[in-house]
């Protein structure tokens, strides 16, 4: 399984702290890691990497309508998490190699992929981190690109199929750490199975487009990126996607939300709230 994340909605893991000395209910930093969906801006410090948000019409409703690199009309993923928990976004890592990290760091980075080891969550463990909040990948199938290769404007079942196939397997390799590492902690998040309740029920969650991308050109706003030079909706919240892979500000607060709602069909094998109490 050398699943490669090109663009994709795969963010990874987002631990919640690397402190043994945490009092009950506060967490001391925030450790990020993932792809595009959890990038904060740093891909903005690669120069040799065309994969970049540093340019409009993203950021189009983040604070100062600045495109700070994120993949978004607005905030992401890892902005909301932050929120939530009560602390600052943790900092784009390329943005001060050299300092020191203490409060947390996110080195999430648009088009990382992962290996087909689990050394990396090893060596987190190694060095003391003991909460992890695991992201599965969401229904890739029907993000506006694939749908746009279907000419149907239909999800892309296969691609589908992979995107629950990579959940899967990270559920038992979860289950399998937890076994083998005495203190590992982690809440799985499946977010599959949430965009798939968004385009099932979009009024619910107040939207009234969930296949095409807000921002883009062509068919589905998806045959042509998101650019200066596309087009944009007027109504962001109302869209499920902003580009041709990443969901609007407006979806991914619902996201977060759910997250912290703890619905046992979305979140386990603890909820988020059990384990920055454990
Ligand atoms: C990934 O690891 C699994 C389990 O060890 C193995 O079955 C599979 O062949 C590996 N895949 C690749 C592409 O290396
Ligand atoms: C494209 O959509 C149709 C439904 O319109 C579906 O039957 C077909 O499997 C889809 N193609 C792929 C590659 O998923
Ligand atoms: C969604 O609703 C807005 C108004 O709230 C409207 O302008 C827009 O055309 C609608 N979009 C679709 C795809 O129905
Ligand atoms: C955006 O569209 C949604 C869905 O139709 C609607 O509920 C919402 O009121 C619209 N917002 C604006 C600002 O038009
Ligand atoms: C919230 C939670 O799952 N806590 C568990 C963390 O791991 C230890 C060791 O397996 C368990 O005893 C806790 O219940």
């Not at 948000?53 to 909301?80: E, H, L, M, V, W």
């Not at 149907?152 to 079942?157: G, Q, R």
Request: glycine share 8%.
């Amino acid at each position: 399984m050398n699943f490669s994340c090109f663009f994709l909605l795969c963010f990874v893991v987002v631990l919640i702290s690397l402190s043994f000395h945490s009092r009950a209910q506060s967490v001391p930093g925030i450790y990020v890691f993932g792809d595009s969906l959890a990038d904060v801006g740093n891909n903005n410090y690669i120069p040799l990497s065309i994969i970049k948000a540093d340019i409009p019409f993203n950021g189009i409703d983040y604070p100062g309508q600045k495109a700070t690199g994120r993949f978004s009309n607005g905030k992401n993923a890892a902005d909301f998490l932050a929120e939530k928990i009560g602390l600052p976004t943790a900092p784009p890592f390329l943005a001060k190699p050299n300092a020191v990290y203490v409060k947390g760091v996110n080195f999430a980075s648009g088009g990382a992929g992962i290996f087909n080891v689990t050394d990396d969550l090893i060596r987190l463990y190694g060095l003391g981190a003991r909460k992890f909040i695991i992201v599965g990948t969401a229904a890739i199938g029907c993000a506006p690109k694939q749908r746009y290769r279907n000419m149907t404007n239909e999800c892309n079942n296969e691609v589908n199929y992979w995107s629950k196939k990579y959940n899967d397997g990270v559920v038992q390799m979860l289950q399998e750490l937890k076994s083998e590492l005495k203190e590992f902690n982690y809440s799985f998040f499946d977010i599959y199975n949430i965009f798939i309740d968004f385009i099932q029920n979009p009024a619910t969650y107040g939207f009234n487009e969930t296949k095409g991308a807000c921002c883009g050109l062509g068919r589905l706003r998806a045959q042509i990126p998101c650019t200066p030079l596309s087009r944009y909706c007027s109504n962001r919240s109302g869209h499920l996607f902003w580009d041709i892979y990443h969901p609007t500000e407006a979806a991914t607060r619902i996201v977060i939300n759910k997250l912290f709602q703890g619905v046992p069909d979305y979140v386990f094998p603890v909820t988020v709230q059990q384990l920055i109490a454990a």
